[in-house]
């Protein structure tokens, strides 16, 4: 049960990471993303898979599904900044001419390793920036992106290295767009989510850097129950741990966590009313970061170094009642 396997999507190549209680489906050559879990002890997806005719929407707005790579994260004014004496010009692609998030969308990476040993099995890929034109356009600072997925048992780990191959400093930001299924039965899930206020935004929903008191989500601190909720709504860890706890009625649920040494925000979302999914998406920069004119300790942007590489972790738990085991 602890290997790897192919299979395909729309005929692009799928790797498939098995174990007795999870099959997690990556999509390496459309994004990287990983685009489906499925939850053998429970029997059901737990995250929005694209189905083979979403492949046209998919094409289009990748981040739409499973656990997207968001780099970087949120809204860009005028997708316009400068940072340690170049100019960044992203393309603006949603509202008031802003550019929303990141220039990852269907880039194709490649299958660098495969392990399989007695414990669970994993994959490597990679991503050079400079590979993709359009990319180097907008970002002109040469990045090499690798991703580890490791699954043993029923969690499972991502782990990010960015290695900066440029000669200049440049700024770095990464957010998982991760969408999590409620089954249309949004009464039967609660969130804890440890968070110590929500930032404000502005006309065009550009994130000021200013906070606000919980006020009726300091619940979420607790656990807050989806019913009702609406959330299109972005969230200080502060001090806190930089982990989410979504729980079902009978026990089942899950555990998300990301490394505390870079990950700064956590963005709630269902898109409505919670009804079929809430995305739980941790940041590691606050939307429009260059432009904020605040410090990176707050805003969370990465200072990369030429020669520097960093390593960046997010893991994904299952969580049984004990019975299911």
């Keep these: ?94 509202a ?53 997925l490791r699954l043993q048992g029923a969690s499972l780990k991502q782990t990010f290295k960015i290695s900066h191959l440029g000669d200049r400093p440049a700024p770095f930001g990464l957010g998982l767009h991760t969408w999590f299924l409620l089954d249309g039965e949004p009464d039967q899930w609660s969130l804890k989510l440890p968070v110590s206020g929500i930032y404000l935004s502005d006309e065009e929903i550009i994130t000021t850097g200013e906070t606000a008191p919980l006020g009726e989500l300091e619940a979420l601190n607790e656990g807050l129950s989806l019913q009702g909720t609406n959330f299109d709504t972005m969230l200080k860890i502060g001090n806190h741990p930089v982990q989410a706890e979504l729980i079902r009625s009978d026990g089942y649920g899950l555990h998300y966590s990301a490394d505390p040494a870079f990950f700064k925000h956590w963005v709630l979302y269902t898109k409505g009313e919670a009804n079929q999914f809430l995305c739980i998406e941790p940041y590691t920069w606050l939307p429009d970061a260059p432009n904020s004119g605040l410090p990176d300790e707050e805003t969370g942007l990465i200072d990369l170094q030429p020669g520097q590489s960093l390593e960046l972790n997010v893991n994904l738990d299952m969580i049984y009642p004990t019975e299911q085991l």
């Design 1 to 94: 049960m602890k290997k790897v396997t192919k299979g395909q999507w729309n005929g692009y190549d799928t790797y498939i990471l098995h174990s007795r209680e999870l099959e997690v489906t990556l999509l390496p050559r459309l994004g990287n993303n990983v685009i489906s879990i499925w939850d053998h002890v429970r029997q059901r997806d737990v995250l929005r898979r694209p189905e083979e005719g979403d492949l046209d929407f998919y094409l289009q707005k990748p981040y739409h599904f499973g656990i997207p790579l968001l780099i970087p994260p949120g809204r860009i004014r005028r997708g316009h900044f400068s940072y340690a004496g170049q100019e960044y010009q992203f393309d603006r692609n949603t």
């Design 96 to 148: 008031n001419d802003n550019h929303i998030h990141g220039l990852h969308r269907t880039q194709a990476w490649c299958v660098s390793d495969i392990d399989e040993d007695e414990d669970g099995c994993a994959i490597t890929t990679e991503f050079t920036t400079s590979d993709d034109p359009n990319w180097m356009r907008q970002f002109p600072v040469p990045l090499k992106m690798e991703m580890t």
